[in-house]
Each structure stands twice: as structure tokens, then as C-alpha cells.
């Protein structure tokens, strides 16, 4: 520990440095470091209780707001379609929320199947199978493969890779770029669908439209599906199609993707599709309602089938298109599913935030692709940290479902719907759930962070002190108050800063690292964090490049003795679950606990106001 006489000299180095730091980057506009805003919430049941109460309250209101048309995110016809709902978190091995509608035009129009939804009523899923093909795939085989041409696993597209009937960039997708990872974030640029459609064949053809030469024979079933019988034809058919883009240029949806990505994984394994479906999710995570295929008849009891299984595309089979949008599920093993992914049940943790991460952005900015996710920016305030949920819909004749989840959050929700409108009341209802349960969970996180962190920190021998508030702009942690050896660490910083003359205020942001480990005495937690630094100007230029936010440039940049000046530990209590003690490590001093923080929670001007970082 450093000796009091040396305390201002420390700290002037400190300020001296951050000082020069601070003349060597650009103002930025306000923002967090991303994906690190907070704990996710663990005590919903005590600290979450009131928000959770609130959000299931608010929830069912505008659930009968939409379903008679008073809905604000619009109208949905109500009458004829039904749907499901689960919203559900880490912390719980319970739903959060479970809700389900039947809608009264469907009551007597069933021929087949249920009248009333429960969670464990069978629905399609659509494209939501994409997701799930998906995990399969990473289970199975990881991501090694990601970076490999496909060329390497399916022997049918190395032939044609080969051959020169298929050459010519503009004509013939150049399979050797498309990698097994472009496949899956729909970055292959390949045609979306695997067959032509006979209807329309029929309807172009009939008003006299010449055929180009598409091999369209080996379409099977009926008019609701374009599809190849098999494997055989899917290879005659589909390559004949042109590329879309060339690989990784821009996302472009393809189903066809998501069947050549289960060709692949069946040579990788040696296993068919439907038996890694049922090896891998079905079997492990003990899915009673879940069916690669069309199920057997007797499932059509607990199914919710509007009118009858033909108009409902109940009966459609996706044959070895299945992977890409064939799968059938309930609303309880959706959860299963999901709080797998969440929990990181089958897939190792860093695997799981691999895959849970953007591969491309879109024309949005407040969207990107994964693989498959659907990346959507969650509903936030102004000055909160962006966050990001990870979506995947489906759609397929009278079904439509989706899935949400909130990795910083601990949370999800899944949402299945049968009838006339699913695709508008799938919107609706999912655009309800996150305006409604992300921000509740939000700022019951906030208030578990302020149990467990805030308050004041003392060392009585030195004379220091740290106090630690829940900022609500921010939804996370800040230290308003330090002290070393009696001096004023902020106020020594703002004096090299200009504090008087440019800058209001030195703001201190806390954000978890991730990181955590068994204390010595085996009944604590140390649980790291990252602090960033940063000067508030009244007013600063504006531009793309002023504006920049440079917060992930700049961590752990200032080291001494091998510890970075913006490393700060808490020490945990494993019995209470609340920090008994804070190290802000570069200094060698631990503080302890002295108080907990009242129920109000700290805040500091953001709005337009630029600020320098300065560590």
C-alpha cells in the first residue's frame, strides 16, 4: 500500500497522465462501454418483484387494448388469430409471464386440433427452425468449420465448383467463396428459395411470358410448397438459379442456405438431420412437444390448427427443407430452447457469445444479422447504454413465431401465433413485450445493482474513500466520490482538466468485466470491473469524427505495475450475495463497506453535452 506522504505525489502522476491522455484524443458524445451496462438481474423474486408485478400488469392492459383494436404499434385482425406468449429470465426457473388469446372467430371454425391455447399446444414455427438448425450445428460440430468453404463438406457443390458448365461469375454462384459461416448469417449471397414456385410458373406462362429454361420438374407436393423431392433434385434445381451477390457483399435471406448448411453437418457427423434434431435438442433438453417433420396424427389433438390442417399449412411438409423453416414446437419447450442457449447448458460460454454477436449490418442502424439472428436495438432512454436483442421470426402459412432474447439481461420471450393476421400479431405482441418487460427488467437490475454495490467504501488508516451510487441515465454504476489519503482524486483530476474554466464535472462510469473468481477465504466473490473516466466540456465541436465514441479504445490504456488505473474489484459476500469490500487495484488499497446506498439513485447530465475521456 502506498504511504500517505506519498499519496499526493501518486495522485498528482495520476492526474498528470490522464491529463496527457486526455490532450491526445477526441471529445465523443456520451456512451457506455457496449454490451457491459450491468449485471443481469438475479433476485427477481425480492429485489424484482415490484417490476416484474408492474410489467405483467402493463402487459395484459395492452394485451386487451390489442385485441380490440386500441393497440398504439396497430391492429391486428383479432377474431381469427390466436397466439402464445412466454417472457422468462435466468434468474428463474419459472416463466416470467405466460399469456395466450383464443381468438372467438376460430372457436367454431375448428375442424381439428384445440380451442383453447396452453403452453403445451403445438404450433410451426417457420424460419424460427433456422435458429434451432443453427444450435443443432454448434452443438454438433462447433464452429470450426465456420471459416471453411463449403466446397469442403458438400461433394455436390465442389463438383459443380469444378465443372465448366458452371462458370462465370455474373451466371454461377462461385461456391469456393461461400463459406459454412456465410451460410448461416445469410451472407452467402445465394438465391433465397430452392425451387420455383408452380403457381406462378402457371400464371407467367398463361398470359404468354416466355420460360427462360428453369428446370423447374422436380418440384414436389402440392402448390402451398416449391420444393425438391430430395437431394438429388435439390442439386439439379437450385444451382441453376443465379447468384444474388458475391459472398459477404450484403445479407440476402435464403432458406436454401439453411438446407445445404444440414447437408453439411450431416457429412461432418455422419448422422441425418432428423437424427442430430433429436440427438442434440430433443433428447438432451427433454422437448416433449417439439417434431422435426409433420407429426404423427395423434399430435393434432394437442395442436392449434386454424380451420383444418390443409388451409392451415398444418400438413405442409418441408422435406429436406425442414432445417430451414419444417419444425413444430410448444410454447414450453421454446423456453427450454432459449434458457439453454441463455444459460449456456450445451454450448461452452465463449461459443455462446461467438455466436451471439453481428455478422453484417443493414441499411438500419438499428438493426444487423447474426447467424440467423435478427439484431434488433432494444428499447432504451435517452443517455441509457444501447443494447441489442437477438431476435429470430418465422412465418409459414397460418403460423408465425418469435424469439427474443437479451444476453445482458438475462431475458427472453418467445411468441407462437396461428390464424388469419399471425405476421402483423406477432409484431404487435413483440413490440408490446419489449417496450414493456426490457426497460422493467432494466431498472430492476439497476435496483439489485444498488443492494449489492452501492454505498460507501472506507479505509479509515489511509483516509480514503470511495462512494458508489446506481446511475439511472446510465443503468449502471458510478463513483461520485474518491478519496486518497484525504485528497480529492476527482477535484485533482478536474484541475488538470480545465474543471473550472471548459469542463462542469469529472464523470466516473463503472461497467462489469465479466470476470470473476473464488476469493482466498472461500466465501467471497471477486468480481471485476472497469471504470471509464471522462470530462464533461459545457460545449465542444460536432462532427462524424468528434462525435466519435471511443470509450472501447481506451480501457486498461494507463498501467503501472502491470494494473490498469480503470481495474477496480468488488469482494462479494457468497452468503448475502451484497459487496463487503472495493479495491481500485492500481492504488493496492482496499476499502470496506461501510454503508449501503439509499433507495435514490444518481444521475449525471448527458443530453447533447460532449465529453474527453481522460483514462
Known amino acids: 500500500m502506498h504511504s500517505l506522504p506519498l499519496a499526493r505525489q501518486v495522485l498528482l502522476a495520476l492526474a498528470a497522465t490522464s491529463f496527457a491522455l486526455a490532450q491526445s484524443v477526441l471529445y465523443s458524445t456520451p456512451c457506455p462501454v457496449i454490451n457491459a451496462g450491468q449485471p443481469a438481474p438475479s433476485r427477481l423474486a425480492t429485489l424484482g418483484k415490484d417490476y416484474v408485478d408492474a410489467a405483467i400488469s402493463s402487459t395484459q392492459l395492452q394485451f386487451l387494448a390489442a385485441s380490440n383494436g386500441l393497440a398504439p404499434y396497430g391492429t391486428y385482425e383479432s377474431n381469427t388469430t390466436a397466439f402464445a406468449v412466454q417472457v422468462f429470465s435466468v434468474a428463474s426457473d419459472e416463466p416470467l409471464f405466460t399469456f395466450s388469446f383464443d381468438p372467438p372467430g376460430l372457436q367454431d371454425a375448428h375442424t381439428v386440433g384445440v380451442k383453447t391455447i396452453s403452453t403445451d399446444t403445438v404450433f410451426r414455427l417457420g424460419s424460427v427452425s433456422k435458429l434451432w438448425t443453427t444450435y443443432i450445428f454448434l452443438v454438433a460440430a462447433g464452429d470450426k468449420s465456420w471459416l471453411d468453404p463449403i466446397t469442403d463438406y458438400v461433394q455436390e457443390l465442389a463438383d459443380l465448383a469444378s465443372s465448366p458448365d458452371y462458370m462465370g461469375a455474373v451466371d454461377h454462384v462461385d461456391w469456393t467463396s461461400v463459406t459454412v459461416g456465410a451460410l448461416a448469417s445469410q451472407l452467402a449471397g445465394i438465391a433465397r428459395d430452392a425451387a420455383y414456385s408452380p403457381n406462378l410458373q402457371s400464371a407467367l406462362g398463361s398470359v404468354g411470358l416466355a420460360n427462360a429454361g428453369g428446370f423447374n420438374q422436380s418440384t414436389c407436393g402440392d402448390e402451398r410448397m416449391a420444393i425438391p423431392c430430395n437431394r438429388t433434385a435439390f442439386f439439379e434445381d437450385f444451382p441453376q438459379q443465379r447468384p444474388v451477390f458475391k459472398s459477404y457483399v450484403s445479407p440476402a ?70 432445417p430451414a423453416g419444417g419444425f413444430f414446437s410448444t410454447l414450453n419447450d421454446m423456453r427450454k430452447v432459449t434458457t439453454a442457449i441463455l444459460n449456456n447448458t450445451q454450448l461452452s460460454p465463449v461459443l455462446t457469445r461467438r455466436w451471439l454477436k453481428p455478422h453484417s449490418f443493414l441499411a438500419d442502424p438499428n438493426t444487423a444479422v447474426g447467424a440467423p439472428w435478427e439484431i434488433m436495438r432494444a428499447p432504451d432512454s435517452p443517455g441509457a447504454p444501447v443494447s441489442w436483442m437477438y431476435t429470430k421470426s418465422g412465418d409459414l402459412g397460418m403460423y408465425s413465431a418469435m424469439v427474443a432474447l437479451l444476453p445482458e439481461l438475462g431475458l427472453g420471450f418467445n411468441v407462437l401465433s396461428a390464424g388469419t393476421d399471425t405476421t402483423k400479431a406477432v409484431r404487435i405482441v413483440s413490440d408490446i413485450l419489449a417496450d414493456t418487460w426490457v426497460p422493467a427488467i432494466r431498472s430492476a437490475g439497476l435496483a439489485e445493482s444498488s443492494t449489492v454495490y452501492a454505498g460507501e467504501y472506507t479505509d479509515a488508516t489511509t483516509n480514503s474513500s470511495i462512494t458508489i451510487v446506481a446511475n439511472s441515465s446510465l443503468s449502471g454504476l458510478s463513483l461520485t466520490k474518491w478519496a486518497y489519503g484525504g485528497i480529492d482524486v476527482l477535484a485533482l483530476l478536474g484541475e488538470f482538466e480545465g474543471i473550472n474554466a471548459t469542463y462542469q464535472q469529472i464523470a466516473v462510469n463503472l461497467y462489469p468485466s465479466g470476470l470473476r473468481q473464488d476469493s482466498a477465504s472461500g466465501n467471497e466473490t471477486n468480481v471485476g470491473w472497469r471504470a471509464t473516466f471522462q470530462a464533461l466540456p459545457a460545449a465542444s465541436d460536432s462532427g462524424p469524427f468528434s462525435d466519435n465514441c471511443i470509450a472501447w479504445e481506451v480501457v486498461s490504456q494507463l498501467v503501472y505495475g502491470g494494473i490498469a488505473l480503470d481495474e477496480f474489484l468488488f469482494t462479494v459476500d457468497d452468503g448475502t450475495g451484497n459487496a463487503v469490500s472495493l479495491s481500485p487495484r492500481v492504488l493496492e488499497q482496499t476499502q470496506t463497506r461501510s454503508t449501503q446506498a439509499s433507495k435514490r439513485s444518481e444521475t449525471h447530465p448527458v443530453g447533447k453535452m460532449k465529453r474527453r475521456w481522460v483514462a
Request: hydrophobic letters at 40%; aromatic letters at 14%.
Open 253 to 322: 435471406y435464403s432458406n436454401a442456405a439453411f438446407q445445404i448448411l444440414s447437408y453439411a453437418l450431416e457429412n461432418i457427423t455422419g448422422m441425418a438431420m432428423s437424427n442430430l434434431f433429436d440427438q442434440y435438442l430433443v433428447q438432451p433438453l427433454n422437448l416433449t412437444g417439439t417434431y422435426y417433420t409433420v407429426p404423427p396424427n395423434n399430435v393434432t389433438t394437442n395442436a392449434m390448427i386454424p380451420y383444418n390442417t390443409t388451409a392451415s399449412w398444418w400438413n405442409a411438409d418441408a422435406l429436406d427443407e425442414s
